[in-house]
């Protein structure tokens, strides 16, 4: 992969990484407009292609840039990717491209915000009971996880001061809990 740093006449700054993001929006958006254009299904097959033409020849010219503003090599099968695939075919593209999609920022924010929440709990659990409940309630509160998939710590983290789990010497259930939600992250 090639190195590339676009600038302009009047300044040095490396512009890349914004034009990077503004061809892959252009070309995230027509996947996007691909994949609602084959979810309308009372679009006759000549009036699908009549719309999905212009975004395939508009697509030639946007995959270019994208693969150009990432330093690797473009292919005349790019289009056709996004065209055949639409979403799928974006993200695909992006990973062979080395471009962080907003999927893939999504996933990354998703998987440091279980891996902020583990930690404070595992910390918390090897505190006394008076003072790591409140941090643990206080990291479930603030976490962006979704409360259903939250549920099962909230609930756990209740019967804590209740005497029903024993502090801290067996919190193996807590720490199964977190075991499973590092493997299955969940929004």
């Known amino acids: 992969m090639r190195k590339t740093k676009i600038t302009t006449t009047d300044s040095d700054l490396d512009m890349t990484s914004w034009c990077q993001e503004k061809a892959s929006s252009v070309v995230e958006r027509a996947a996007i407009a691909v994949d609602k254009l084959r979810a309308v299904s009372t679009l006759s097959e000549a009036e699908r292609s009549a719309v999905l033409n212009p975004i395939g020849t508009m697509l030639w010219d946007a995959t270019k840039l994208m693969a150009f503003s990432a330093g690797t ?27 962080e999609t907003r999927a893939g920022m999504q996933e990354a924010v998703l998987q440091h915000s279980i891996e902020e929440l583990a930690s404070t709990i595992e910390g918390a659990l090897k505190e006394e009971r008076w003072a790591g409940r409140p941090k643990i309630h206080e ?27 024993e502090w801290p010497a067996d919190y193996a259930e807590m720490q199964t809990l977190l075991a499973e939600l590092r493997a299955n992250p969940e929004p």
């Not at 790019?78 to 491209?97: H, M, S, T």
């Not at 962006?144 to 789990?165: A, F, H, K, N, Y």
């Open 73 to 99: 090599e473009w292919e005349t099968t790019d289009r056709d990717l996004i065209v055949e695939k639409g979403q799928e075919g974006f993200e695909e593209l992006a990973r062979r491209y080395g471009i």
């Open 139 to 165: 990291v479930l509160g603030r976490s962006r996880i979704s409360r259903e998939t939250l549920e099962p710590l909230e609930e756990l983290t209740d019967r804590l001061p209740m005497g029903e789990v």
